[in-house]
Nanobody, 118 residues
Framework: QVQLVESGGGLVQAGGSLRLSCSVS????????MGWYRQAPGKQRELVAS????????NYADSVKGRFTISRDNAKNTVYLQMNSLKPEDTAVYYC???????????WGQGTQVTVSS
């Protein structure tokens, strides 16, 4: 009954921008840490960015600092990833993840493809 639905992926030119959205249902969104992960072909899944509802703390992978911004809207049960100055190296399937504090559980979205052409 917990569902995460990602949207906003697509094909863009290098230097372009995309905004990913993840809509969450079936969970108390305000007591979660939200994260965006990505996985490129032949590579391991990696954490791109996360945001906590308790501290408001944001963290980013070094490869995306200064280019990506994670945010959340608790009223809309949605987390966003604004991606600017996209590079071909950003090409991957991007997954939304929810870590629920109490009870402690995590959930994954189905992924959305981001392709950056050179």
């Amino acid at each position: 009954q917990v569902q995460l639905v990602e949207s906003g992926g697509g094909l863009v030119q290098a230097g372009g921008s995309l905004r990913l959205s993840c809509s969450v249902s079936g969970i108390i969104f305000s007591i979660t840490t939200m994260g965006w992960y990505r996985q490129a072909p032949g590579k391991q899944r990696e954490l791109v960015a996360s945001i906590s509802s308790r501290s408001g703390s944001r963290n980013y992978a070094d490869s995306v600092k200064g280019r990506f911004t994670i945010s959340r809207d608790n009223a809309k049960n949605t987390v966003y990833l604004q991606m600017n100055s996209l590079k071909p190296e950003d090409t991957a399937v991007y997954y939304c993840n929810v870590l629920h504090y109490t009870p402690p559980r995590d959930y994954w979205g189905q992924g959305t493809q981001v392709t950056v052409s050179s």
